[in-house]
């Protein structure tokens, strides 16, 4: 289940460049992306507890159960990215940092989800737990997550495919970016750092990825 949420930024704790930088964009400095693997790690290993994110490799994935894992997303992704919207000078620091960060919003992938699956978004439940999004060092910390994210997407597409074959006729937030998945991954690894090396704020990013962590943990384990 390591494939669910797992950002691949590896090295090893010596600080030397983890194997193939080609691929990964480990050429970066990788103090802050250390320290967001390593801090996070506890709370990737309570995501693959839950129980419908596992079905997913288990062998006992549903379409219902499907429509679970899309809905659960799309009410927590929406929550924050509207809320992102909404506060329009974030928004504009952000793309300083991250032009392309409208292109990596992805509650509308997730609503095209909803829409093939036949579920009405109006429907929904509301998100009532989300993660502090106050500071751009926030909305860092949380864009790892879901960025990271990606890279996991690719194995839990095939896995889906696999499933259910032509009972789904296309997915699109578990293949958000396609072939350049790992383009877009470095691209946000060097947007990330250049932003930690600027504004100095590592520990609030940081900080900020594990409550994303955790709060998408309890909006996982209600009703």
């Known amino acids: 289940m390591t494939e669910l949420l797992k950002e691949n930024t590896q090295g090893n704790k010596s600080g030397e460049k983890p194997e193939n930088t080609s691929e990964l964009g480990s050429s970066l400095p990788t103090t802050l992306l250390q320290r967001l693997k390593t801090e996070t790690a506890p709370m990737h290993r309570d995501m693959e ?18 429509k679970l894992i899309i809905s659960k997303f799309y ?18 620091e952000l793309k300083a940092f991250l032009p392309d960060y409208p292109q990596r919003l992805r509650s509308s992938l997730l609503a095209r989800d909803l829409e093939i ?5 109006k429907e929904i439940k509301q998100c009532s737990t989300r993660p502090k999004l106050e500071t751009l060092e926030n909305f860092f910390g949380y864009f790892y997550v879901i960025e990271g994210s990606s890279l996991g997407g690719i194995h839990i597409h095939k896995a889906l495919a696999s ?18 998945t790992h383009a877009k991954w470095k691209g946000f690894c060097g ?7 600027q504004r100095g704020q590592t520990e609030e990013i940081v900080n900020s990825a594990k409550e994303t962590f955790v709060k998408l943990y309890q909006h996982f384990q209600q009703p």
């Open 49 to 66: 507890k839950i129980e419908c994110l596992k079905k997913i490799f288990d062998g006992t994935n549903t379409l219902e159960n499907y």
């Open 75 to 92: 009410s927590f992704i929406k929550t924050v990215e509207s809320e992102l919207e909404n506060n329009t000078t974030l928004s504009e």
């Open 117 to 121: 699956l036949g579920i009405n978004k």
């Open 163 to 180: 499933t259910f074959q032509d009972l789904v006729k296309e997915y699109n937030y578990f293949n958000s970016y396609g072939n350049e």
């Open 191 to 197: 947007a990330i750092t250049d932003f930690s090396s």
